[in-house]
């Protein structure tokens, strides 16, 4: 009984998944495409307003604060 229960688990789950990718309405999959150094997304169903912004720079340079990077929590003091 618990062979046949296991098995038909699997073959749900096999099932939903088939639906599932079959169902992604994304026509194109994308592909990367090497551009000199870097390498790009091209295609595919991803849309660039769904993703978070990057951080604005701060305009301090990293090196300019030797402590910026210290965390001042953790810091033991003598």
Partial sequence: MALAS???AALTL???AVF???SAGCATAGEYVQRGSQVELVGGCLDPD?????PEPTGHE????PGAGIDRLRQVSP
């Fill in 20 to 22: 599932t990718v079959g």
């Fill in 62 to 65: 990293p090196g300019a604060d």
């Fill in 50 to 54: 769904d993703l978070p912004r990057a």
């Fill in 6 to 8: 296991a098995a038909a």
């Fill in 14 to 16: 096999a099932g939903v």
